[in-house]
């Protein structure tokens, strides 16, 4: 009986010691956890105000590029140097391509959807060119030059759609 004494005696001395222990335990997790969101919180907020220039930088190129693959800018920007549509056509496509691929890096800093809408736009220019090539083969160069001119006159342009959703993408960054 003694002994039964002794033990909850230690029990009744222990078990403050236990329950402070739990309350520390779970207290100083709680804390741990919070420094540490805290703590990336603090990184992703460095990172961010290192990224953001860089990423409004590459939307600042896109629209670059979108503006001159955009085929009122591009019709004029590039002339025919012979009266040959199909000289004319691979001129205008070459230069497209070169455009896209000198800022194909530029990928890495916005949406994929953005990225698929700007691909879309060079790939759709692409084919309306060949498709204006098609339907002025006899006519020649100067009359491809006009006839695409009228034709993206009356319409949207494909970059000018794509245009238009970097600068929602980009408005979402404020």
Known sequence: MEEMTQVIQYVAYLL?????????????????KNEEGRRRYLIQKEAQNKIL???????????????RIDPNSLLIRVKP????????????????EK?????VTQQIYVSPECWNLISAAKNATIHLIRQGAMHEKENGADSLREYLLRHFMEEITPSQKALAYVKKEVSELF
Not at 16 to 32: D, E, K, L
Not at 53 to 67: A, G, H, K, N, V
Request: hydrophobic letters at 40%; zero cysteines; glycine letters at 4%.
């Open 16 to 32: 403050p010691a236990i329950v402070v222990g739990i309350v520390a335990y779970f207290f100083f997790r709680g804390h741990t």
């Open 53 to 67: 220039p860089t990423r409004l930088q590459s939307y600042e190129r896109l629209t670059l590029l979108l503006e």
């Open 81 to 96: 140097f012979s009266n040959e549509v199909e000289q004319y056509e691979k001129l205008l496509i070459e230069s497209i």
């Open 99 to 103: 455009e896209y691929e000198h800022n």
